[in-house]
């Protein structure tokens, strides 16, 4: 899809669809859309007055062959109370516009900005609503629906004195959308067509493209390093596991800087192991790697963005099977950093991984720790499919990324890991324990299970085992992958 920015008057333009959007207030016939009503001879304001204008969040108003203007249609999307808009209603109005339309068989839109949100935040976020609401996944039908897909996206309505800026949105929304959909196509692949070595293939070709530097270690070298924790997951099928490192260095590196280290689990399927999961739904266990898709993507973004801190993404690889060779509940196991681990249920398999990610990271020269993984179904109990469960063991660095959260429309919510917790998987014959015993809490127990893993250094670590597949399609985002996070972290990376 296209999408640029365009200088003719938007009433010049011959666009199939003409969008733009109206917020609910006594009167929602303001500034441009009064505009347009004039253009239109009143119909905007009668629609209004019959109650079929409203501003309501995401009401769809579709007019065809507007008089006044050159466009097939005029869509006005409600943006909901004034007071209450943020880049983030406008990202998703944009989005479900463009899926509105889309549904409709149009090709082509124009983007008419309001007066007064003509900024460089407000183009990043249209250009990032309609280009994650564009990604579908149907990759796999052999019957695809060509003739639904939108081509060219325009913006509209920045004077010659914001485009520079609008133009600059416009870049960092492309790079940070692609990126996301790059995650999402990854973490729609089903297991036989994505495994350790598949996608450690496909990450290693992103980052030589992107220019970044990357390792891929193997089997031997993951056995050589020490990597216990890992390989005791991957031992239960053939597939090798896979670790991927993958460095962003700036051009003129701060001495004493953070380095910031990015780790994702990337279990490419999640059966249990021994501790078989139930069959209904296991098919879902392919977004698994979710976590780790996210920061492949979040380095994507950065090779273009270009922040001034130095970045090493840790992404290890695993299938979780129930081999004849596969670990047993009770069996215990050397993580890389030395300690030893009781694994009480082999289906508690991410943080296995993540310990040897995390101790790898630091190893690497990671001062500052953040992972993503899909690790627990008990964050699904604790905020359903809405928030991102956050767990920091440093306020001021947690305070930073919900701050970036807020700033690019991704909902997560900050949990407790007080020292209490700890008890919980406190080992009986090895250090600790793979599980809590048995008293609830289970996202935080998975939470202070990768702690240990940090030591002393800034850490936080998101449970997007809610938040990372849609069951349900959204009216700005199909149903499947939502590459959530991705857009948090590369504004985190960016405000250092
Ligand atoms: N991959 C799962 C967590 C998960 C659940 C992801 C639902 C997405 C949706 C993880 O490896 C797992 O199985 N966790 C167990 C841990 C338990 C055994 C302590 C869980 O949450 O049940
Ligand atoms: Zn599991
Ligand atoms: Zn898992």
């Not at 944009?94 to 003509?118: D, M, P, T």
């Not at 492949?296 to 090493?312: D, Q, T």
């Not at 250094?457 to 992958?481: E, M, Q, V």
Request: net charge neutral.
């Amino acid at each position: 899809m296209q999408i640029s920015l365009e200088s003719k008057p938007y009433a010049a333009l011959e666009t199939e669809a003409l969008v733009s959007y109206v917020f609910e207030e006594a009167d929602p016939v303001q500034g441009r859309i009064s505009e347009l009503d004039q253009t239109a001879n009143g119909l905007l304001r009668s629609l209004a007055k019959s109650g079929e204008l409203t501003g309501k969040t995401l009401e769809m108003t579709l007019i065809h062959a507007p008089a006044g203007l050159k466009a097939a249609r005029l869509l006005l999307v409600g943006a909901g109370k004034r007071e209450q808009f943020t880049s983030a209603t406008l990202r998703k109005l944009a989005g479900a516009a463009l899926r509105y339309l889309k549904a409709r068989s149009i090709k082509q839109l124009a983007f008419l900005v309001r007066e007064s949100n003509a900024t460089e935040e407000s183009a990043q976020a249209i250009a990032e609503g309609v280009l994650t609401a564009n990604f579908e996944t149907d990759k796999y039908k052999t019957e695809k629906k060509n003739d639904k897909s939108i081509d060219t996206v325009l913006l509209t309505g920045y004077s010659d004195a914001e485009r520079a800026a609008a133009e600059k949105g416009l870049t960092r929304g492309r790079v940070i959308a692609e990126s996301q959909n790059f995650a999402r196509d990854l973490i729609n692949e089903p297991s036989n067509k994505l495994t350790p070595k598949i996608l450690a293939e496909k990450a290693e070709a992103m980052a030589k493209q992107a220019g970044l530097a990357v390792e891929i270690l193997d089997e031997k070298k993951i056995t050589e390093l020490k990597m216990g924790a890992l390989l005791s997951v991957s031992q239960g099928g053939p597939e090798p596991p896979r670790v991927m490192v993958i460095t962003y260095t700036p051009a003129n590196p701060k001495p004493g800087a953070p380095v910031i280290g990015l780790i994702g689990k990337a279990v490419t399927f999640d059966t249990g192991g021994i501790s078989i999961k139930p069959a209904d739904g296991m098919e879902k266990m392919k977004y698994d790697m979710a976590g780790g898709a996210t920061m492949l993507g979040v380095m994507r973004a950065l090779a273009a963005l270009k922040p001034n801190v130095k970045v090493i993404c840790v992404v290890p690889s695993t299938e979780n099977m129930p081999g004849g060779t596969a670990q047993k509940p009770g069996d215990i196991q050397t993580a890389m950093s030395g300690k030893t681990i009781e694994v009480l249920n082999t289906d508690a398999e991410g943080r296995l991984i993540l310990a040897d990610g995390l101790h790898y990271a630091k190893q690497l020269g990671a001062t500052h720790l953040i992972d993503a993984a899909t690790l627990t179904g008990a964050i699904v109990v604790a905020l359903a499919n809405v928030n991102v469960g956050v767990f920091g063991s440093d306020q001021p660095f947690t305070d930073k990324l919900l701050a970036s959260s807020k700033a690019a429309g991704e909902k997560m919510w900050q949990m407790p890991i007080d020292d209490e917790y700890r008890e919980f998987i406190k080992g009986t014959v090895a250090d600790i324990q793979n599980i809590g015993s048995g008293k609830g809490g289970g996202a935080i127990t998975g939470a202070m299970f990768i702690k240990e893993f940090a030591g002393d250094s800034p850490w936080i670590h998101l449970d997007i085992a809610g938040t990372a597949w849609n069951d349900d399609a959204k009216s700005w985002l199909a149903k499947g992958p939502t590459g959530v996070a991705l857009r948090t972290l590369v504004h985190l990376v960016m405000s250092y």
